[in-house]
């Protein structure tokens, strides 16, 4: 017997080591996804099929189903042996435990991505779009410090990360202000973050201690290439005037500005950020096609989804998606139910950020299981 043990040790380890696809990663242990594994689960009745079967999904499912099996069914032959008198084996039984656990999860994992679709634009570079709402200063101050989050978030991902346009307010906030975010897989991890996002704290201008609630909302809007969208310059209508607002010498004295308008849709694209006016109109011309490309990526979006709301999305900029209430030090993402309790250090746009971000990629593939199977598309 503990030879069988050592030779099933070793298969693990073995199956640990073997390269796997190069997807996408999912986090391990997330509740919603190991409930669709459960015995009984449509899912796993899919799974169990002959392999004459599961053919058609193609041999990397073949092989991860078939391995997910054969590995469940070594831990629970192992599992039986953690009651032995024999210590040593009981040692040896425990470590294989922990290798096949560690290998079921990320055979279940494997399965997930081979059955989830990714969105034709997970690996797209994005435009970022933050604008304060509903609060005065105090929103925009909230929404400075949001878009310093996210800075520091490409920093952490070691993505690259320019601004776009910076509109400031009086008191050191923030208006409104783009940039453009490139690196790996930036929009997949990004593209849950578009929406309203609610500040619930005291401001420092407040003197009675009252706590107020202000808002301020992001745009995610991936940037399309080439192929993907093609614009007729016949199209398009552009403006140059002087650029305004604060800015030195410049401002009012040169046509910097550029006003870029898609005739045929109306959007509107605008920049003055640069002295150099075809470096403004650039900038415009690439928040212009980011633009239109998110419009008609919602649509195609919609026409998917149809039949039911998507409860994590990724088009619902008029929808409160986050609360940040710093008195109880709590973000809670409402789409998922989830808080983090150390507000500045999820503000600091690194490991909690990430893990928030994590939680919604799982709980997305998880509904698009569920999607999937609600179509009776493993049937």
Known sequence: MPLRLLGGAARCLRALRAPGPARRALSHGSPQLEELFARGGPLRTFLDRPEAQLQGRGPELVAAARLLSERERDLRETEALLCDENE????????????????????KHQIILLLVPSEETDEND???EVTAGVGGQEAMLFTSEMFDMYQQYASFKRWHFEILDYFPSELGGLRHACASIGGSDVYKHMKYE????????VPKTEKQGRIHTSTMTVAILPQPTEINLVINPKDLRIDTKRASGAGGQHVNTTDSAVRIVHLPTGIVSECQQERSQLKNRETAMKKLRAKLYSMYMEEETNKRYDARKVQVGTKGRSEKIRTYNFPQNRVTDHRINKSLYDLEAFMQGDCLLDELIQSLKDYADYESLVEIISKKDLH
């Open 194 to 201: 578009g929406g309203v996002h609610r500040v619930q704290r």
């Open 126 to 128: 994005l435009i970022l």
């Open 88 to 107: 040593d084996l009981r040692k040896l039984a425990e470590n294989e435990v922990v290798l096949c656990q560690k290998e079921i999860s990320q055979l």
